[in-house]
Antibody, heavy 122, light 112 residues
Framework: QITLKESGPTLVKPTQTLTLTCTFS??????????VGWIRQPPGKALEWLAL???????RYSTSLKSRLTISKDTSGNEVVLTMTNMDPGDTATYYC??????????????WGQGTLVTVSS | QSVLTQPPSVSGAPGQTVTISCTGGSSNIWAGYDVHWYQQFPGTAPKVIIY???KRPSGVPDRFSGSKSGASASLAIAGLQPEDEADYYCQSYDSSLSGNWVFGGGTKLTVL
């Protein structure tokens, strides 16, 4: 059974850097084909894909946020970290991490973590 | 706005069939990329209910079905039940922006 859980600050100030950790079990990012993605959802709004990292350290970023995002994985294969710089109140959202596998015709995300609400305010 | 377009809301009475559309373009659905659908209840994480355009994960009732034609995909929910009331999102891959996974704007399903 795959489970994921996000952790990090619930409140950050504008211009600060957000660091979120996704800790998971039931699979390893050292296994071929595995991946972890980050998706966020502002209150009352739609889902937005942010970043994804594969087992081979291939990293993908949302084009619109690429300059602010960094995704990485630890050597144990059970943790992924996302950093987002220069936080703005518009970045207030629930941030989810989710398991994915490499697919030729488009990955899907399953399952998802419970999400963590990050509020950006001074 | 989202790369994939969904109606903001749909509704139906118990027992009816409703369809939620997801319209994309030449760099995503029309290009042949699969479409996936997620169900989200308030305060909870999304859960995939259709993957690979028309496949159902185990445990998802066969009342849920997916299809695709041209640049659009659809989620059909037959025999509508009160517990189907939720938000639904489509998702695919877009090859135009150096590779991005994209979501629709979401559709709120109300069971009357």
């Amino acid at each position: 059974q795959i489970t994921l859980k996000e952790s990090g600050p619930t409140l950050v100030k504008p211009t600060q850097t957000l660091t979120l950790t996704c800790t998971f079990s039931g699979f390893s990012l050292n296994t071929r084909g595995m991946g972890v993605g980050w998706i966020r959802q502002p209150p009352g709004k739609a889902l937005e894909w942010l970043a994804l990292i594969y087992w081979d350290d291939d990293k993908r970023y949302s084009t619109s946020l690429k300059s602010r995002l960094t995704i990485s994985k630890d050597t144990s294969g059970n943790e992924v970290v996302l950093t987002m710089t220069n936080m703005d109140p518009g970045d207030t959202a629930t941030y989810y991490c989710a398991h994915t596998t490499w697919e030729v015709l488009s990955n899907w995300f399953d399952p998802w973590g419970q999400g963590t609400l990050v509020t950006v305010s001074s | 706005q989202s790369v994939l377009t969904q109606p903001p809301s749909v509704s139906g009475a118990p027992g009816q069939t409703v369809t939620i559309s997801c319209t994309g373009g030449s760099s995503n659905i029309w290009a042949g990329y699969d479409v996936h659908w997620y169900q989200q209840f308030p305060g909870t994480a999304p859960k995939v209910i259709i993957y690979g355009t028309k496949k159902r994960p185990s445990g998802v009732p066969d009342r849920f079905s997916g299809s695709k034609s041209g640049a659009s995909a659809s989620l059909a929910i037959a025999g509508l039940q009160p517990e189907d009331e939720a938000d639904y999102y489509c998702q695919s891959y877009d090859s135009s922006l150096s590779g991005n996974w994209v979501f629709g704007g979401g559709t709120k399903l109300t069971v009357l």
